[in-house]
């Protein structure tokens, strides 16, 4: 090992002392930022990941739809499923109805889905916690659990749907009845818009409560792994009439995706700013090194060492500081990370805030994901900082001449 590097070592990690001071507030303060940076990035990365899993859980990769209702589905599904990248596809229809149970009302938005081919590109069995998806025929229903625990329905119980259709017999002077269907499940997703707000039915049902005769509203489509969604898209829309339009989950959900994608690397460019205050922090402490130990590097010089020696020894300070605190603060960060959940719920207790999480970000538990690339970002920076944080010292110490710091006082 070269003498200055050997020489930084002990300057950071003096002989006889435990942990010296001045280390240990320069690693804590890098480290701090560092936590601090996973924390928010990885949160920030678990919502958009959480977003695309229950969007391409919902809906598909891609989605196909009409102008208006599409006609002769079979036909369109045939073509569909003929183009290369397609796994899967199924059809749906959907709009909003009235449902009531104990003369307790909502409105949620209802999906009549194809049961035989849905699982082929929704994994709804996984999300049904109470009841099967096997059960479901066309006079029955599946209710999402908040929706449930609204009108206070059980699986076995009966509600009564009216649709849009219905509203439009009664101005005809047409008496016309509710379609009274059996809960034959509650499923949860995890998402509370999702949670409370639909209902699903068999694509027959929906097409009677809505009179379309055969039509549909779309189709869901499942893609090869690894296959990018755009791509896929494109080519469905090769493939298909001009009045079909496929679009992926990236494109229905741009808004969304762009605003979270803004946020957080706002984020990322606010927060660096706490490791170049602690960066700061560590180049004082080292001017203050170099003012302190001037003969001795006065002593450095007369023995024979280089200036750019002698400014490597600071420079490869700033290196150990930014390469422990980023070691520091990353695990730090990941066991907040770990118990965000019960630090979460601690923190709306005590501000009476439970229901905040979900209603305004719409998830139940805080989601995280390390992303790599968002990681690899975080080891560099910080290094890069902390070594430039060396910088200045090195320069000071580099332009000591020997004579005169050795007369130094």
């Given at each position: 090992m070269p003498w200055y590097l050997y020489l930084a070592l002990k300057q950071l990690f003096p002989?006889?002392?435990?942990?010296?001071?001045?280390?240990?507030?320069?690693?804590?303060?890098?480290?701090?930022?560092?936590?601090?940076?996973?924390?928010?990035?990885?949160?920030?990365?678990?919502?958009?990941r959480e977003i695309r899993r229950w969007t391409v859980d919902t809906t598909g990769d891609v989605q196909?739809?009409?102008?208006?209702?599409?006609?002769?589905?079979?036909?369109?599904?045939?073509?569909?499923?003929?183009?290369?990248?397609?796994?899967?596809?199924?059809?749906?229809?959907?709009?909003?109805?009235?449902?009531?149970?104990?003369?307790?009302?909502?409105?949620?938005?209802?999906?009549?889905?194809?049961?035989?081919?849905?699982?082929?590109?929704?994994?709804?069995?996984?999300?049904?916690?109470?009841g099967s998806l096997a059960n479901l025929d066309d006079d029955s229903i599946i209710v999402s659990s908040q929706l449930a625990l609204k009108v206070g329905a059980r699986v076995g119980d009966k509600v009564e749907l009216y649709s849009p259709l219905l509203i439009e017999r009664l101005k005809n002077d047409e008496v016309t009845l509710g379609r009274e269907l059996k809960i034959v499940g509650i499923f949860e997703i995890g998402h509370q818009a999702l949670d409370s707000s639909i209902v699903l039915v068999t694509l027959r049902t929906m097409q009677d409560l809505y009179g379309r005769r055969?039509?549909?509203?779309?189709?869901?489509?499942?893609?090869?792994?690894?296959?990018?969604?755009?791509?896929?898209?494109?080519?469905?829309?090769?493939?298909?009439?001009?009045?079909?339009?496929a679009r992926s989950w990236m494109e229905i959900n741009h808004d969304l995706i762009f605003i979270l994608q803004l946020e957080q690397n706002m984020i990322f460019f606010l927060l660096t700013f706490i490791i170049i205050v602690a960066a700061f922090s560590v180049t004082s402490s080292l001017l203050i090194s170099v003012v302190r130990k001037t003969r001795e590097i006065g002593m450095l010089g007369a023995l024979g060492g280089r200036p750019r020696q002698v400014a490597a020894c600071f420079c490869f300070q700033g290196f150990l500081i930014g390469v422990g605190g980023t070691a520091v603060g990353m695990a730090l960060g990941r066991v907040i990370l770990y118990f965000r959940d019960d630090l979460i719920a601690a923190f709306t207790r005590i501000t009476q805030s439970e229901a905040a999480l979900e209603r305004f970000y719409q998830f139940r538990q805080l989601p995280a994901y390390y992303s790599p690339a968002y990681m690899r970002a975080i080891v560099i920076c910080t290094i890069v900082i902390s070594t430039l944080a060396g910088l200045l010292p090195a320069w000071r110490a580099a332009r000591l001449k020997p004579v005169e710091a050795l007369r130094s006082e």
């Open positions: 002989t006889g002392k435990k942990f010296p001071f001045f280390t240990a507030i320069s690693i804590l303060g890098v480290a701090l930022g560092v936590a601090v940076l996973v924390i928010s990035t990885s949160v920030m990365s678990g919502f958009g196909v739809r009409g102008e208006g209702p599409v006609d002769r589905p079979a036909d369109v599904l045939a073509r569909i499923t003929r183009v290369s990248g397609v796994v899967a596809a199924t059809p749906f229809a959907e709009g909003v109805v009235m449902l009531e149970h104990g003369l307790t009302p909502a409105y949620p938005a209802i999906e009549g889905i194809d049961v035989d081919h849905v699982t082929g590109v929704i994994p709804l069995e996984q999300y049904i916690h109470y055969g039509a549909v509203d779309g189709f869901n489509v499942k893609i090869e792994p690894g296959l990018d969604a755009d791509t896929a898209a494109s080519r469905l829309n090769a493939a298909l009439p001009p009045s079909l339009h």
